[in-house]
């Protein structure tokens, strides 16, 4: 409170420059006073006699006691309100009487001025303070007083977002000055076109003059760069782990929409039987997004001993100017059944099964009697119990089998053997 009243208090004892109005008379056949100084911005009001008018010379004539007019000031017969006088000297006499010497001076005193040194300025965004300097000539014996204040039509710049600036008001003694404003300027990460900052003078004392540099322009160049990845190059999961993500994101948000494409790529997992997802999909980022997208995968338990197995995915397609940075992603996936497997190509000398594919039946053709033969489907369900064979040939009934994808395993001493099968309609 102490502060506030001081400064309130400072503000009373100021007088500030204000526009004044000066009266000029005729008295016989002469101005009074005929010789009169008076600040810029200041008014002229002239009474005369109506017989008498005052018309603007220049020094000559007016030095010959003549009358002929320059362009400048002229009132009507009878006198008249003279205002927008520049600074310096005017010269006027009454055109019916300058013979006479009835004529008269006008000094009028320099304006004050204010002026940005610079008017523009160019950065790359991030976070810095940049300083505005801002140089004031008060020409007068009083204070002037004038605003900084953001020019908020011409700043394309978000206030709080991507800078930050308190208007601040200038009180002014008289003489030569030059003060600091200062824009704090805001990285914000996002992918946006170049913006800026303008500034103006406001709320400035009524004779102040503002030159030529009025506005002050502050461009930003952004620098952010816009890339989409995958969240990481692989991740491992145990086949039991059911349904997984893989995770897609972009370095940093924008004000516009952004999409990707998620392909599923050649692994030696096998879709539908090892694992359950789309050949694509489309992952939207709205603007200003910062959530990670997901596409999930099912990964299928099929109590099926294998060896570990991939997935393989790519990113493509990137709409609304990202580029791409991780795009390839592997799920690896480490099998949960721990039995000794023996692979079809190692084993398929000794066993046979054929037609493949098959309508009704197949031929399973042993050099060795087999035990514990069943056929299951890939999620490790048994659709025909189990059973013994004879070394030779052996008919087998698939007819009550849907048409699809199976599995035939039987034990071989500590081994399993597995064969794999399409049933046909």
Not at 89 to 115: E, Q
Not at 140 to 147: H, L
Request: proline share 5%.
């Amino acid at each position: 409170m102490k502060k506030v009243a001081l400064v309130i208090l400072t503000l009373a004892c100021f007088s500030f420059v204000q526009a004044e109005s000066w009266t000029i008379v005729s008295f016989g056949f002469g101005f009074s006073p005929d010789s009169i100084t008076v600040q810029y911005g200041d008014t002229i009001l002239f009474q005369l006699d109506s017989a008498f008018n005052a018309q603007e010379v220049n020094q000559a004539t007016w030095m010959a006691n003549d009358s002929t007019p320059v362009l400048g000031f002229r009132t009507s017969q009878g006198g008249g309100t003279v205002t927008g006088l520049s600074a310096g000297t005017h010269y006027y006499v009454s055109d019916s009487n300058a013979y006479m010497g009835m004529k008269g001076r006008i000094f009028v005193t320099p304006a004050p001025t204010v002026r940005f040194r610079k008017s523009a300025d160019t950065i790359v965004e991030s976070n810095l303070i940049v300083p505005v300097f801002v140089e004031t000539n008060n020409t007068t014996n009083q204070p002037i007083q004038f605003m900084v204040s953001l020019q908020t039509s011409l700043t394309t710049a978000s206030a709080n977002l991507d800078f930050t600036f308190i208007n601040r008001v200038f009180i002014k003694p008289p003489g030569l000055s030059v003060d600091t404003v200062f824009i704090n300027v805001l990285d914000d990460q996002l992918i946006e076109n170049d913006e800026n900052i303008v500034l103006q003078f406001s709320n400035t004392s009524p004779n102040l003059e503002v030159t030529a540099d009025s506005l002050y322009t502050l461009q930003i160049l952004d620098n952010d760069t816009l890339s989409v990845s995958f969240v990481g190059a692989a991740f491992t999961y145990q086949e039991s782990a059911g349904i997984v993500p893989v995770k897609v994101a972009l370095s940093s948000p924008v004000a516009y929409d952004n999409s990707i494409t998620v392909t599923l790529d050649t692994g030696n997992a096998e879709k539908g039987l090892d694992f359950i997802c789309l050949d694509a999909t489309t992952l939207n980022f709205p603007a200003y997004s910062i959530d990670t997208q997901i596409v999930w995968v099912e990964l299928i338990n099929d109590s099926l001993p294998e060896g570990v197995e991939q997935i393989n995915f790519s990113l493509g397609n990137p709409i609304g100017g990202a580029r791409l940075g991780i795009s390839a992603y592997t799920i690896f996936i480490i099998d949960d059944d721990m039995v000794n497997e023996v692979p079809n190509d190692q084993w398929s000398v000794a066993v046979k099964l054929f037609p493949n594919p098959a309508h009704n039946e197949m031929t399973l053709q042993s050099e060795v009697p087999l035990e514990n033969v069943r056929i299951f489907d890939a999620t490790g369900r048994t659709l025909v119990q189990p059973f013994s064979i004879d070394k030779g040939n052996n008919r087998i009934d698939i007819s009550s089998l849907a048409p699809g994808i199976y599995f035939l395993s039987s034990d071989f001493g500590a081994n399993i053997l597995r064969h794999r099968f399409i049933k046909n309609e």
